[in-house]
Every structure is written in structure tokens, then in C-alpha cells.
T-cell receptor, first 110, second 113 residues
Framework: SQQGEEDPQALSIQEGENATMNCSYK?????LQWYRQNSGRGLVHLIL?????REKHSGRLRVTLDTSKKSSSLLITASRAADTASYFC??????????FGTGTRLQVFP | DAGVIQSPRHEVTEMGQEVTLRCKPI?????LFWYRQTMMRGLELLIY????????DSGMPEDRFSAKMPNASFSTLKIQPSEPRDSAVYFC???????????FGAGSRLTVL
């Protein structure tokens, strides 16, 4: 069964706005990652946050992790039409096994 | 590096036929994963290998599915016999063990009629 559930399932915004996606998971984790998938393509790694970290930044991406609530959020600032994709969180429990959530479909309108 | 290479990109077959999907991981990566993606079930981990050895195959749906990794540069996922419910996109991904960051292939879209 899937470890993560993303919320919302779908999100539509205008270019320049910020997009926030949330991920909840069920069990203790070692790392949490976010991936992006463009339509018809494979997933691409965006960012990894360790269980002892609370926040991480990479360019226009900001990820937070709250292990007490078993949740994470991905914020994309100043969104662009090219950010249109599905975004997935993925967790591992100190093994190589990576379990993906259900994904959020983001549509950014120009 | 050309990345993770999967073949075929698309396969259409009839129920009952054997299907073989192929994957070449990134050179130097010693973990390889097979995932299946459908609208209904999302991304499911089927099996993963570490140093060519299957570590966890608990996601393999049933005996009709088998996977092998005869060497560090090649893996196959076989479905025999195929059924319409096997229609999905099958992804192969690789990583360096311990790094846990996956590089995905472009996927193989399977349609079983």
C-alpha cells in the first residue's frame, strides 16, 4: 500500500503565484523526497530532506518536514507555466525501498 | 551517461502473450527498481535489486510476473501470460545504494488487449 498521500489531488494557479502541496505519511521515516513527473515522462528527483531536518531550500523550492505530524509540504514560489506537472512525495525507512504517494497534479496557467 | 534506458517504449499485445520489458541502469548504480504506474493504483514498487540480488519482491502481483538481473547493466521484467489488467506504464529506476535518490527511465507503456 502507498505510504504517502498528497493533498490536494489537483491544483490550478496563475503564473507568478505560489503553489503549496502537502504530503502525509503513515510510519516513521529516514528520508522524504519530492519528485516531479511531466506528462508521459519518468519521475525526476527534486529535493531530499532527512528526518532530522525541518526545512530545506533549492532554488524556488522550499520543503518542510514535521515528523511529529508525519507530514511534509512542498512550496514552489513564483510559479511558471513550465512547472505544470505531477508532484510526488516518497519516503524510505532506512532501506533502499522508496514508496511514493498519490501525487498532486499542478497546472500553472500563463 | 544516457540515463536509465528502457525498452520497448510502447508495447501492445494480446491477452495470453508473453511480455518482456528491459532496463539498462546507470553505470555505477548498484540498486535497481521496477515500478508500475496506473491511474487507479498510482506508483507501485514491484521489486528491487541490490548488487543484482532481489531484495524485496513483495510488490510483484502474482506468479505471472518475474524479474531478473543477470548482471549490473541489465534487468528484465517478464509477464507470462499477460492480462488486460496488466496494462500500465512500467518504470525502471536505479540508484547508488545508500543514496536513495532514484533516476527513472522514460517508462514502457504496456497495453494488453
Amino acid at each position: 500500500s502507498q505510504q504517502g498521500e498528497e493533498d490536494p489531488q489537483a491544483l490550478s494557479i496563475q503564473e507568478g503565484e505560489n503553489a503549496t502541496m502537502n504530503c502525509s505519511y503513515k510510519t516513521s521515516i529516514n528520508n522524504l523526497q519530492w519528485y516531479r513527473q511531466n506528462s508521459g515522462r519518468g519521475l525526476v528527483h527534486l529535493i531530499l530532506i532527512r528526518s532530522n531536518e525541518r526545512e530545506k531550500h533549492s532554488g524556488r523550492l522550499r520543503v518542510t518536514l514535521d515528523t511529529s505530524k508525519k507530514s511534509s509540504s512542498l512550496l514552489i514560489t513564483a510559479s511558471r507555466a513550465a512547472d505544470t506537472a505531477s508532484y510526488f512525495c516518497a519516503t524510505d525507512q532506512n532501506t533502499d525501498k522508496l514508496i511514493f504517494g498519490t501525487g498532486t497534479r499542478l497546472q500553472v496557467f500563463p | 551517461d544516457a540515463g536509465v534506458i528502457q525498452s520497448p517504449r510502447h508495447e501492445v499485445t494480446e491477452m495470453g502473450q508473453e511480455v518482456t520489458l528491459r532496463c539498462k541502469p546507470i553505470s555505477g548504480h548498484n540498486s535497481l527498481f521496477w515500478y508500475r504506474q496506473t491511474m487507479m493504483r498510482g506508483l507501485e514498487l514491484l521489486i528491487y535489486f541490490n548488487n543484482n540480488v532481489p531484495i524485496d519482491d513483495s510488490g510483484m502481483p502474482e506468479d505471472r510476473f518475474s524479474a531478473k538481473m543477470p548482471n549490473a547493466s541489465f534487468s528484465t521484467l517478464k509477464i507470462q501470460p499477460s492480462e488486460p489488467r496488466d496494462s500500465a506504464v512500467y518504470f525502471c529506476a536505479s540508484s547508488q545504494s545508500g543514496a536513495n535518490v532514484l533516476t527513472f527511465g522514460a517508462g514502457s507503456r504496456l497495453t494488453v488487449l
